[in-house]
């Protein structure tokens, strides 16, 4: 079965410092995809980053990095330079292969963002 | 580029009765899946459709359905509404299924059951 942990419920950051969101993953399987999602109040998830399983760079795009330590099985995001408009909850999430475009999702990392 | 659309944003029904969600993928996109967010499970998949056929089906009972047209809007149904179905229902547009193509989400329809 696949499991996402994410173990931190709740983050606390400063403004323009950096932060960094843990996730942990359990499977065999060898072929996945490996993205983070920002949501904000609103509710709506906004796509971050990917990782690809086989991707031997970690991904980066922008402020937004992606820490892949495949023989961990970690996979955390680095968020640099903390703006307010970071405050939301950041959700770690995995695809497979064999099960098309189904996401596991983890339980969810609530940051806020510190003047 | 217009995004993922979803209607009703809102929506307030009584048990027993039924529901019916509609999602818009982003032009071009031919995979739809549904999820269901809850406080208490977080987020779960519901299905996935691509190219009007459904691909994959999470553990929800068969209350729980779903269809997709061939333009690739697709609907969620709910019948026999009870309580525990409150949730923010969440509807995501890819180019196609596979691990590499990221999902794009709308910005959810919050269904509340009385």
């Known amino acids: 079965a696949q499991k996402i942990t994410q173990t931190q419920p709740g983050m606390f950051v400063q403004e323009k410092e950096a932060v960094t969101l843990d996730c942990t993953y359990d499977t065999s399987d060898q072929s996945y995809g490996l993205f983070w999602y920002k949501q904000p109040s609103s509710g709506e998830m906004i796509f971050l980053i990917y990782?690809?399983?086989?991707?031997?760079q970690n991904a980066t795009e922008g402020r937004y990095s992606l820490n892949f330590q495949k023989a961990r099985k970690s996979a955390n995001l680095v968020i640099s330079a903390s703006q307010l408009g970071d405050s939301a909850m950041y959700f770690c999430?995995?695809?497979?292969?064999?099960?098309?475009?189904?996401?596991?999702f983890g339980t969810g990392t609530s940051l806020t963002v510190i003047p | 580029k217009a995004g993922v659309t979803q209607t009703p944003r809102y929506l307030i029904k009584t048990r027993g009765q039924q529901v019916t969600l509609s999602c818009s993928p982003i032009?071009?996109?031919?995979?739809v899946s549904w999820y269901q967010q809850t406080p208490g499970q977080g987020l779960q998949f519901l299905f996935e459709y691509f190219s009007e056929t459904q691909r994959n089906k999470g553990n929800f009972p068969g209350r729980f359905s779903g269809r997709q047209f061939s333009n690739s809007r697709s609907e969620m149904n709910v019948s026999t509404l009870e309580l525990g179905d409150s949730a923010l229902y969440l509807c995501?547009?890819?180019?196609?299924?596979?691990?590499?193509?990221?999902?794009?989400f709308g910005p959810g329809t919050r269904l509340t059951v009385t």
């Open positions: 999430a995995m695809r497979f292969s064999n099960t098309g475009n189904q996401f596991y």
């Open positions: 990782q690809g399983s086989y991707d031997e």
């Open positions: 032009s071009g996109h031919r995979s």
């Open positions: 995501a547009s890819s180019l196609w299924p596979g691990s590499s193509y990221e999902q794009y």
